[in-house]
């Protein structure tokens, strides 16, 4: 319900010293302003309007100041009050950038896409939202990027657009040619198209074990087997169940053929179809050593619909609180008061002007 408030109260403290002044200067005013051998020729004489309203003055000044200092106090009215309740919880994207993820089996707005680009895409939707998902506002989001080896890209952060920034960043590694049109980093880019999961899901735990978010989530997204990095998959999730860490791990795509951009010998581009392989198995492993869960997205819809599901697992109320919006009432007790005050001063200097 509104409601009137004083955003600065103590400014009315003011108002005790004031009184005093008024009272103490009334006080003073009360002086002979001629020496005169008798008074009692004019105690016959009828007192004036003017005498009248002479005396009052002082309290027109009292009246401008106070009203200044009313205004001082910055009255304000609540216009509306509404409920806010916050919900947030601290989520680690783990998303693969291995060789596999060039397929080009999903579709964008009617084009196709490899699996990167719609991962990224249906991601930024999720952080963001858009006209289907509502975004994660309340929610600190990290960023790890995975192919043979984990890159922690973004900390838990609740400035998205800088996230969003860093999340176009994340790319499959290509090849380097040198002028023959040999490749030359081809080692690095057969190191970097591995895929490395465990490593991707401990890096994300360290990220997440001292947050202090009721609920602590990863959200690992990969289309291929574990073939590099340190850590196995499995160690990696009771490290993740030890700290409360849910894992939801999405299997992109489908195990079978898949078709790849590559190069003829004439250096044109075109489609071929390579053999792709998803390991569900590690993937349900994850999700169900952590209590969690997996999903599997064959294309951009399904990819869509699991962020929904996510989005209705994982909500977790933090606390809420009651906000009003206030309107400054300040203006219409200053604009007020200095024209008491101006009034004031203008009849003291003119028409009740006291002599000597």
């Given at each position: 319900?509104?409601?009137?408030?004083?955003?600065?109260?103590?400014?009315?403290?003011?108002?005790?010293?004031?009184?005093?002044?008024?009272?103490?200067?009334?006080?003073?005013?009360?002086?002979?302003?001629?020496?005169?051998?008798?008074?009692?020729?004019?105690?016959?004489?009828?007192?004036?309007?003017?005498?009248?309203?002479?005396?009052?003055?002082?309290?027109?000044?009292?009246?401008?100041?106070?009203?200044?200092?009313?205004?001082?106090?910055?009255?304000?009215?609540?216009?509306?009050?509404?409920?806010?309740?916050?919900?947030?919880?601290?989520?680690?994207?783990?998303?693969d950038r291995s060789g596999s993820m060039q397929a080009l089996d999903f579709t964008?707005?009617?084009?196709?896409?490899?699996?990167?680009?719609?991962?990224?895409?249906?991601?930024?939707?999720?952080?963001?939202?858009?006209?289907?998902?509502?975004?994660?506002?309340?929610?600190?989001?990290?960023?790890?990027?995975?192919?043979?080896?984990?890159?922690?890209?973004?900390?838990?952060?609740?400035?998205?657009?800088?996230?969003?920034?860093?999340?176009?960043?994340?790319?499959?590694?290509?090849?380097?040619?040198?002028?023959?049109?040999?490749?030359?980093?081809?080692?690095?880019?057969?190191?970097?198209?591995?895929?490395?999961?465990?490593?991707?899901?401990?890096?994300?735990?360290?990220?997440?074990?001292?947050?202090?978010?009721?609920?602590?989530?990863?959200?690992?997204?990969?289309?291929?087997?574990?073939?590099?990095?340190?850590?196995?998959?499995?160690?990696?999730?009771?490290?993740?169940?030890?700290?409360?860490?849910?894992?939801?791990?999405?299997?992109?795509?489908?195990?079978?053929?898949?078709?790849?951009?590559?190069?003829?010998?004439?250096?044109?581009?075109?489609?071929?179809?390579?053999?792709?392989?998803?390991?569900?198995?590690?993937?349900?492993?994850?999700?169900?050593?952590?209590?969690?869960?997996?999903?599997?997205?064959?294309?951009?819809?399904?990819?869509?619909?699991?962020?929904?599901?996510?989005?209705?697992?994982?909500?977790?109320?933090?606390?809420?609180?009651?906000?009003?919006?206030?309107?400054?009432?300040?203006?219409?007790?200053?604009?007020?008061?200095?024209?008491?005050?101006?009034?004031?001063?203008?009849?003291?200097?003119?028409?009740?002007?006291?002599?000597?």
């Amino acid at each position: 319900m509104s409601e009137l408030r004083l955003a600065e109260p103590l400014w009315l403290l003011m108002t005790v010293p004031l009184l005093l002044a008024t009272v103490i200067a009334m006080r003073g005013e009360r002086r002979g302003a001629v020496l005169y051998s008798s008074v009692r020729l004019l105690e016959s004489l009828p007192v004036t309007l003017a005498q009248r309203v002479k005396r009052w003055l002082p309290w027109l000044r009292f009246a401008g100041m106070l009203l200044v200092i009313v205004a001082l106090a910055r009255p304000q009215h609540g216009l509306k009050d509404f409920q806010i309740q916050t919900e947030g919880i601290s989520i680690v994207m783990c998303i693969d950038r291995s060789g596999s993820m060039q397929a080009l089996d999903f579709t964008l707005d009617g084009n196709r896409v490899d699996r990167l680009e719609a991962v990224k895409a249906v991601f930024h939707d999720f952080v963001a939202g858009n006209g289907q998902l509502p975004g994660r506002p309340d929610d600190q989001i990290g960023l790890v990027s995975f192919g043979g080896f984990a890159e922690a890209k973004a900390p838990l952060t609740l400035d998205h657009g800088a996230l969003l920034d860093v999340l176009e960043t994340v790319n499959i590694a290509q090849p380097v040619y040198d002028r023959s049109g040999d490749v030359i980093n081809l080692r690095f880019l057969d190191e970097e198209r591995a895929t490395a999961i465990g490593d991707a899901v401990a890096l994300a735990v360290e990220r997440l074990r001292d947050s202090r978010a009721t609920s602590k989530v990863i959200i690992l997204l990969s289309d291929g087997e574990n073939t590099a990095g340190a850590i196995e998959p499995g160690d990696a999730a009771k490290a993740a169940e030890s700290f409360g860490i849910k894992i939801y791990s999405i299997g992109v795509g489908t195990t079978g053929m898949a078709p790849f951009k590559m190069m003829d010998p004439f250096g044109r581009e075109q489609l071929v179809s390579q053999p792709v392989q998803l390991d569900e198995a590690t993937l349900k492993l994850l999700a169900d050593t952590t209590h969690g869960r997996y999903f599997n997205a064959k294309d951009t819809n399904a990819l869509e619909d699991v962020y929904h599901d996510i989005d209705r697992l994982e909500k977790t109320q933090l606390e809420g609180r009651l906000y009003t919006e206030y309107r400054e009432l300040f203006p219409w007790w200053l604009l007020p008061g200095l024209a008491f005050i101006v009034t004031e001063l203008t009849l003291c200097c003119t028409r009740f002007r006291s002599l000597p």
